[in-house]
């Protein structure tokens, strides 16, 4: 799911799903602990990057705020259940329009198919246990439906009021340069001006210049690109790229301007395209 768009510009367009998953705790954190700021995060992130599809909605096929037996347990990685409804709404306040539980009832491994690596035990704590007696998470799977037989219209209609956007360039670096340290570097930056557009109250959107088209880039009044070490080949933007976010910066009819904002040479520099009528605007209703 690194770039969940690429699939949009095929003969043959190819869709995608997402999946997220509470992942066991280091020894050092409490098994029972609440949902981090880096979870968080990384719903966000997945969400925002399933929404650069043009063409299909937002849908995570295997969701779970837990993780299963390991193989050498007789029960799951403790999770309270309060981190299912958390986590749940996290990714429908973020925009998503799917959520399958990943699953929504515990079950054991029918004899003859099990294998010596693997728990015949394949428990999550989930909703439901494996003779369909409730459990703890079937509360904020109970939530959910409610919230969605009441407003599932509505939010399949609506989509996040973003203030600014981020320019996600992960699909429009040479795919076959990429290591999974780099890949995990851009997602983590990307993570970060989300997280601190979050704590300036202001919401964002994740736009993929080389496989979107060029009318999405146009929407948002604010840009940010994040800017890696050009002189790696692995972080050289396309051509695609590259003329679509000149587009976006020469669409004079918005009023457009670049800035950019300097950082550290091995970290991650942005490069802010706005809007410098509204900036104007902006600053005119606040004298």
């Not at 190819?14 to 020894?27: A, E, F, K, L, N």
């Not at 259940?81 to 799917?98: D, F, K, V």
């Amino acid at each position: 799911m690194r770039v969940a768009a690429s699939g949009s510009r095929l003969d043959h367009p190819i869709t995608v799903m997402g999946q997220w998953y509470m992942q066991p705790r280091s020894p050092a954190q409490p098994g029972d602990s609440l949902l981090t700021a880096q979870e968080a995060g990384e719903i966000e992130l997945f969400t925002e990057v399933l929404k650069t599809q043009p063409t299909f909605p937002p849908v995570m096929i295997e969701y779970q705020a837990g993780w299963y037996t390991p193989g050498d347990d007789d029960r799951p990685v403790e999770s309270r259940p309060e981190n299912t409804l958390l986590s749940s709404r996290l990714l429908i306040a973020n925009g998503i329009h799917g959520i399958n539980y990943f699953p929504l009832q515990d079950t054991y491994t029918p004899a003859g198919y099990s294998v010596p690596w693997a728990n015949r035990s394949y428990r999550w704590d989930a909703a439901l246990g494996p003779d369909g007696e409730n459990q703890p998470r079937l509360n904020a799977e109970r939530r959910n439906r409610q919230l969605l037989r009441r407003w599932g219209p509505q939010l399949a209609a609506s989509h996040k009021r973003a203030d600014f956007g981020i320019l996600y360039p992960l699909g429009a670096y040479p795919q076959e340069q990429l290591e999974p340290p780099d890949i995990a570097h851009v997602s983590q930056s990307v993570m970060r001006i989300e997280r601190l557009g979050t704590l300036a109250t202001l919401s964002s959107e994740l736009l993929d210049p080389e496989n979107q088209p060029v009318e999405q880039l146009l929407r948002d009044a604010v840009l940010f690109l994040p800017v890696f070490d050009s002189n790696k080949l692995q972080f050289q933007l396309s051509e695609r790229a590259q003329r679509a976010i000149v587009i976006k910066a020469d669409a004079n009819r918005y009023g457009d301007s670049v800035v950019s904002i300097s950082g550290s040479d091995k970290e991650c520099v942005s490069i802010v395209v706005c809007s410098a009528g509204l900036a104007h605007d902006r600053d005119r209703k606040s004298r």
